[in-house]
């Protein structure tokens, strides 16, 4: 039977396999879309009672959440590229008969050019239209790239930095804590108290899970 990706955690996957495996040893895991990862196991998490083993992993290639994040503000501007690209062209081609119609005509009503110089108005409104449209899309895209590119430093508990990034944040916690224990005139309002500690809570809890998965 093939190894398999089990959610354990918030952004975290792990190996869910029939045999054991040691730490350091690479594997293939299989997508519920049938793709192949080759993964590096790091630590043994746990057997359920079907008898699978469960371990923390990384791909072997690499790719993580930040990698992930990048790629998609990556994909998210080459969309706002393409979309300012189409909007200069239909607003270019907006410009049709630009000299004709600057020239301030009036539509000759029975004219045989009656026709052609209103479907020429009614083409350019149409592509100007467009244009804006296309536009909206670029801002929508250039939008979740900046979205995606914030996200491209962040570390979680899918990483095995994790353990000491989660280190730091539980002290960073402990010490505002502390702070606002000290000096209940520097709480911000009735519940700081109560929501540092909850943050600390909150960091400690992560640290547990960043130790057994990576440690």
């Given amino acids: 039977m093939q190894n398999t990706y089990?959610?354990?955690a918030a952004n975290v996957f792990v190996a869910k396999c029939t045999d054991r495996h040691e730490k350091g040893e690479t594997i293939i895991?299989?997508?519920k879309y049938g793709k192949e990862h080759e993964c590096i196991v790091f630590n043994l998490l746990g057997r359920n009672k079907?008898?699978?083993?469960?371990?923390s992993i990384v791909r072997a290639d690499g790719f993580?959440?930040?990698e992930f994040a990048k790629k998609k503000a990556e994909r998210y501007q080459q969309w706002a590229q393409a979309a300012e690209n189409k909007s200069n062209e239909l607003w270019k081609a907006s410009h049709?008969?630009?000299d004709f119609l600057a020239l301030g005509e009036p539509i000759k009503v029975g004219h045989h050019s009656e026709k052609r110089h209103r479907a020429l108005i009614e083409r350019n409104h149409n592509r100007?239209?467009?244009?804006?449209?296309?536009?909206?899309k670029v801002e929508k895209h250039e939008s979740k790239a900046e979205y995606w590119e914030s996200k491209a430093n962040d570390i979680n508990l899918s990483m095995p930095?994790?353990?000491?990034?989660?280190?730091y944040k539980v002290e960073e916690a402990k010490m505002k804590h502390e702070f606002y224990k000290a000096n209940?005139?520097?709480r911000k309002h009735s519940f700081s108290l109560t929501y540092a500690k909850k943050a600390v809570n909150e960091a400690e809890k992560n640290l547990e899970t960043a130790k057994k998965l990576w440690e």
């Fill in 6 to 8: 089990h959610k354990y």
């Fill in 29 to 31: 895991l299989t997508t």
């Fill in 50 to 55: 079907e008898g699978f083993f469960f371990y």
């Fill in 64 to 66: 993580n959440a930040q």
């Fill in 96 to 98: 049709e008969g630009r």
């Fill in 128 to 136: 100007m239209s467009k244009s804006v449209e296309v536009g909206k």
């Fill in 161 to 167: 930095e994790s353990v000491e990034f989660y280190e």
């Fill in 184 to 186: 209940p005139d520097k």
